[in-house]
């Protein structure tokens, strides 16, 4: 009939076959579909036979990384505190064995990255079990609960040793052979409380603050030796990170918290710490949307960041003290 107008499903339709948009968007589609794969390849192939250290494989993120990597055929060096959790892994992991892909039996090593005499003499040890180092996962942290005024500084310290003076004191004493090889990458994994402070995690937050001003500074200044640096910043991960915090006097917190509780999966946050490396990405955000939203907030508004944060200081005080 003259001047009915044909459903706009019908348009689109004519549309596609008359201009060939279908074959060029299959197309586009196939591309995009051999560039992921071939990324794939690529970052398997980073991983596969790489040396890789991880801090804090005893427990959370660090051993289900232990997993992933493993899995993905590296040779790991697993370090921790405890020798007894890091010897099961390791029986865990080599029993795991699959014939599909060449896996390798891991090293282990302990020390307290508190004592940066330990942590030194551990970088040695580290270097002796296959000779080099590709890849270093700063994992291991301590977190942190508490008001300001209450908090002494032996606390503060505790918590910046563990977080912050360890991690770069492993990573300086492991620089000098990687930039011999000109090869390496140094993994950081921080936390989106290194990009925002949230109240009552004073101590934690500033050691990922400098985590991250520490680690930038390194990805510029190892640029021209080829040393590549990836800081990832995870939002609420379900470990025990909660559990272990510790607190204004440093006893010990022993509460799972409701965040961590809803917090994503250990080992979905170990799958994006490969893709980061395998990516060879510079910085990562690893959170939902929330975290990220508040990053962004902090940044373009910071005023209303800061009453935001005040009002949640406010009522996290009120329901303690009711
Ligand atoms: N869980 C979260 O919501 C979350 C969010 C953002 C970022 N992160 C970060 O993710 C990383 C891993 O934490 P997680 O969540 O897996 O917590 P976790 O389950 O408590 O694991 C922490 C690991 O760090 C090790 N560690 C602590 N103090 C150490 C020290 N002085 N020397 C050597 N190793 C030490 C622990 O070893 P021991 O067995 O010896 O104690 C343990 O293996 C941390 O850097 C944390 O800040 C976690």
């Known amino acids: 009939m003259a001047g009915r107008k044909s459903p706009p499903k019908e348009k689109v339709m004519d549309l596609m076959s008359s201009t060939s948009i279908l074959p060029l968007l299959l197309g586009c589609l196939g591309i995009f579909g051999i560039y992921q794969l071939l990324q794939w390849m690529r970052m398997k192939a980073y991983v596969q036979n790489t040396v890789v250290v991880i ?19 590296a040779k790991l060096v697993l ?6 959790a890091l010897e099961e892994l390791t029986r865990e992991l080599t029993a795991s064995h699959t014939s599909q892909k060449q896996t390798h039996k891991p090293y282990t090593v302990t020390f307290d990255l508190a004592d940066t005499g330990a942590t030194v003499a551990a970088a040695a040890e580290i270097l002796q079990c296959f000779g080099y180092v590709d890849v270093l996962i700063n ?11 209450d908090t002494t500084v032996d606390v503060d310290k505790r918590v910046m040793e563990t977080n912050y003076f360890g991690p770069i004191a492993l990573t300086k004493a492991l620089l000098p052979s990687m930039i011999k090889r000109r090869q390496g990458h140094i993994v950081t994994i921080s936390s989106i409380q290194g990009k925002i402070s949230i109240p009552f995690r004073s101590a934690y937050a500033a050691s990922k603050h400098a985590t991250q001003a520490f680690f930038d500074c390194l ?7 080829g040393i590549q640096v990836t800081v990832i910043s995870p939002g609420y991960i379900y470990t025990n990170l909660s559990v272990n915090a510790i607190t204004a006097d440093g006893s010990r917190y022993g509460a799972l ?6 917090g994503r999966s250990p080992a979905e946050v170990a799958q994006d710490v490969l893709a980061a490396v395998g990516k060879r990405k510079k910085d990562v955000i ?37």
């Open 55 to 73: 801090t804090g494989a005893t427990s959370g993120l660090g051993r289900e990384c232990a997993r992933v990597f493993h899995a993905a055929g």
């Open 79 to 84: 370090c921790g505190r405890n020798i007894e």
């Open 139 to 149: 994992n291991a942290g301590i977190s942190y609960r508490g008001t300001i005024t």
């Open 219 to 225: 990805r510029a200044e190892m640029e021209q030796d």
């Open 257 to 262: 918290d409701k965040n961590t509780a809803q």
């Open 286 to 322: 690893v959170a939902d949307w929330l975290p990220s939203l508040a990053i962004y907030l902090r940044t373009l508004a910071p005023g209303l960041f800061f009453s935001i944060m005040a009002f949640r200081a406010r009522n996290e005080r009120k329901s303690k003290n009711s």
